[in-house]
């Protein structure tokens, strides 16, 4: 079993639709969690922190679940802009971090 | 935060030949990474390089084929040697400026294609 494991992809949506992406993670003493953001031919930045508690920015909701090892990002209101590779990384402690293998979202017009 | 520059940016290498990838940081950092992305993959550590002491190498990585160098806590590189064609992959250089509850950053990375 992969320590990091995403919804495989691709996602075709249309513009304005609201679209989810599933993380799960095998370390369950892992202790911190992010999404990355991967465009095309360039390299991963930072997206969004995931605390337990859930958070927001914008359009984007994360949410943790500990008891479950399951991390959710949520896309709200797509643009044509959000077409990317959406990276689930996991911190297991220390300077050990895992990336999923990303799922892929492109948005139509 | 931290500003990684990373060179070259893209090569075309014959097999059998290496190549030197360097990552120089804007400020100190105690820990550099090194990835491998291969087309439609994500990102797989290669090893761990520590300022003044040898690098950690995942499993499947070895010295002899990926030698790294860390002579300070700004900069790194990472040599590719005795290239073949599935050496063909994006290599990025990353740091984290504390253990934990941080960001990655990243170099930009470096498109290597070996023919």
């Known amino acids: 079993r992969k320590e990091v494991e995403q919804d495989p992809g691709p996602f075709n949506v249309p513009e304005g639709a609201t679209v989810a992406f599933n993380c799960t993670y095998s370390n369950s003493a892992s202790q911190s969690f992010f999404w990355y953001r991967q465009d095309c031919r360039k390299e991963p930045k930072l997206l969004m922190s995931?605390?337990?508690s859930g958070n927001e920015d914008g359009r984007f909701t994360a949410q943790l679940n500990r008891a479950s090892q399951y991390i959710s990002l949520l896309i709200r209101d797509s643009k044509l802009s959000d077409s990317a590779t959406y990276l689930c990384v996991v911190n297991t402690g220390g300077f050990k971090t895992i990336f999923g293998a990303g799922t892929r979202l492109f948005v139509k017009a | 935060s931290a500003v990684i520059s990373q060179k070259p940016s893209r090569d075309i290498c014959q097999r059998g030949t290496s190549l030197t990838i360097q990552c120089q940081v804007d400020?100190?950092?105690?820990?550099m990474f090194w990835y491998r992305q291969q087309p439609g993959q994500s990102l797989t550590l290669i090893a761990t390089a520590n300022q003044g002491s040898e690098a950690t190498y995942e499993s499947g990585f070895v010295i002899d084929k990926f030698p790294i160098s860390r002579p300070n806590l700004t900069f790194s590189t990472l040599t590719v040697s005795n290239m073949s064609p599935e050496d063909s992959s994006i290599y990025l250089c990353?740091?984290?400026?504390?253990?934990?509850?941080?960001?990655?950053?990243f170099g930009q990375g470096t498109r290597l294609t070996v023919v």
């Open positions: 400020s100190q950092v105690t820990m």
């Open positions: 995931v605390y337990s």
């Open positions: 990353s740091v984290e400026v504390a253990a934990g509850n941080t960001e990655a950053f």
